[in-house]
Every structure is written in C-alpha cells, then in structure tokens.
C-alpha cells in the first residue's frame, strides 16, 4: 500500500529527471534525444496526477513537486532547445529575450493553476506540458521552418500560456486500479520506441500537440465573435 501511495511521486520525479538530461543533451548537440526526453516526461506529468487521483492519494507536497518539475522539463528544457538551435543565429538581445519570455510565461502559468480553481474540466491557458512539447518538437523542424516564424511560435505559445482561453482538460477520465499496474511497464514501452525512433516519433507528435495548442485559440476566438454579435444585436434593438 506504501508503494501505492508513492507511485505518483515517483512518477514526478522520473518527468523532473527526464527535463534535467535533456537539457545536457541539447548541449550535447543532440537535440533529438532531447526532445523524445521531453515528450516522455509529457507521458509521466500526465500519468502522475491521474493515479494520485484514482488512488485518492493526492496532496500539496506533491501539487509543488509537479510544478518544480514541469518548469524544468516543459519551461527550461525546451527554451533552451530552441536557443540552442535558432535563437543563437539572431541578434542577441532578441534572442536572449524571446527565449526567456517562454520559462517565465510558464512559471506564471503554473503559479496561476496552483491557486486559481478555473473552470471545471478546462484548464485556464495553454497547459505548460503541451507548450513545451510543441515547442521542443518544433525546434526538429528549424532548418525547415524560417527564423522569424520560430520566433513568433515561441512567442505565441508563451501568450496563450498566460492567457484566458480556454482548453479541455480530459481530467474527469480516472483510469481503472488495475491499469495503475500496467502504467510502469505502459512507460518503458513507449520509452523503447521512443529509443529505437527518437527524431521520427518526436516529429510525428509535433502535429496533435501544435492542433491542441491551436483548438483553445479557435474555441476563444469563436467566443469573442458570438459575444461581439451579442452586443452588435443589443444595440440594434
């Protein structure tokens, strides 16, 4: 029962020291690496808050360890990716600013979700897991893609971090007790073939992340125009 009642902090802890080698690996010129470290960090943050709730075992403490650890592995990790791989070749001032805009947007974003309620079955803002996903996986795609469209990605996921839109957050889902079981060996699978296909499967999963991050900006966005013809029919009577 003890290991129970511990296994979402470990689950934590693996996202946290995911973050910390990827990080090495972006100095390391691997940058691929780095970004299937962070996607799989994604699967263990999304892991550890569901068994903790289906196990009826959550707390503060490990509320805290999550946000320390998200800000490293989906904040400064893939910062420090995209610097590391575009934002060298701008001026530096631009770049040192647009690639600390992001990690302080995350902070604020999850300083936000750790005392605010938001919405029920919606997070407020674009989730930093999500953000930094989309960021790190795009930094693949870098000779593809032009500078000044990185820079305005970079920027616009750090927005929508901060911002009010509003995004599903799938959280009503508990998983059955018996697939808590099955979780640890659930990871070391996709870790495999995560090992076996680091660059091929970390682009793959650049598209639902970048669709997600653009659905709460097209749900907002059909918000505003119905509350703007809201106040257009108002005034027309």
């Not at 070749?89 to 995350?106: E, K």
């Not at 995004?167 to 099955?182: T, V």
Request: with cysteine.
């Amino acid at each position: 029962m003890n290991v129970l009642r511990t296994l979402p902090n470990w689950f934590t802890i693996g996202n946290l020291a995911l973050g910390v080698v990827a990080i090495m690996m972006v100095f390391n010129d691997r940058t691929d690496v780095a970004a299937m470290l962070v996607l799989i960090a994604m699967l263990l943050d999304g892991l550890d808050g569901r068994v903790a709730r289906a196990l009826n075992v959550t707390s503060e403490f490990g509320k805290q360890l999550d946000s320390l650890s998200d800000m490293i592995s989906f904040g400064v990790a893939p910062a420090l990716m995209m610097y590391v791989v575009v934002f060298q070749d701008v001026p530096v001032a631009l770049g040192w600013f647009v690639t600390s805009v992001f990690p302080i947007c995350g902070a604020l974003r999850l300083a936000r979700f750790n005392v605010h309620a938001g919405v029920p079955g919606f997070f407020i803002g674009l989730p930093i897991p999500v953000a930094g996903g989309a960021l790190c996986t795009m930094a693949l795609f870098a000779s593809h893609i032009p500078t000044w469209v990185m820079i305005g990605a970079s920027l616009l996921l750090s927005l929508l971090m901060v911002s009010s839109v509003q995004y599903p957050s799938f959280k009503k889902w508990k998983p059955p007790r018996a697939l808590i079981w099955i979780s640890p060996f659930a990871v070391i699978g996709v870790t495999s073939i995560a090992i076996l296909y680091p660059g091929g499967l970390s682009k793959v999963l650049f598209v639902p992340l970048l669709l997600y991050a653009l659905f709460g900006l097209r749900k907002n966005t059909e918000f505003m125009q119905r509350l703007a013809r809201r106040r257009s029919d108002k005034r027309g009577e």
